[in-house]
């Protein structure tokens, strides 16, 4: 079994900044293959894809926080960061950390983001 734990979500005003980290009770950036990442769920929607990176450093983002997010992970802390700019209200929702390793995946709790003025 795999823990992992998040931080960082908030409050923020419109066009600010937040810094979303989760980090796995296990290594998994050993392995290209492997992925981090984040996934959101806004009230009465499905949990979309927001960004991704593997442990061989390939990114995927989801289209409308292209330009605006930023994935990035710390190898040695089994850590992804997610640095979010330019914050929209629809940005607003619950964060869920997500790794997956060959054996299966795993979900972190969840985070609450709310962009609002």
């Known amino acids: 079994q795999v823990q992992l734990v998040e931080s960082g979500g908030g409050l923020v005003q419109p066009g600010g900044s937040l810094r979303l980290s989760c980090s796995a009770s296990r290594s998994i950036f050993s392995f290209s293959t492997n992925t981090m990442g984040w996934y959101r769920q806004a009230p009465g929607k499905q949990r979309e894809l927001v960004a991704l990176?593997?442990?061989?450093?390939?990114?995927n983002y989801a289209d409308d926080v292209k330009g605006r997010f930023t994935i990035s992970k710390d190898n040695a802390k089994n850590t992804v960061f997610l640095q979010m700019d330019s914050l929209k209200p629809d940005d607003t929702a619950v964060y869920y950390c997500?790794?997956?390793?060959?054996?299966?995946?795993?979900w972190g709790q969840g985070t609450q983001v709310t962009v609002s003025s």
């Open positions: 997500n790794a997956k390793y060959y054996s299966g995946q795993y």
């Open positions: 990176i593997s442990g061989g450093g390939s990114t």
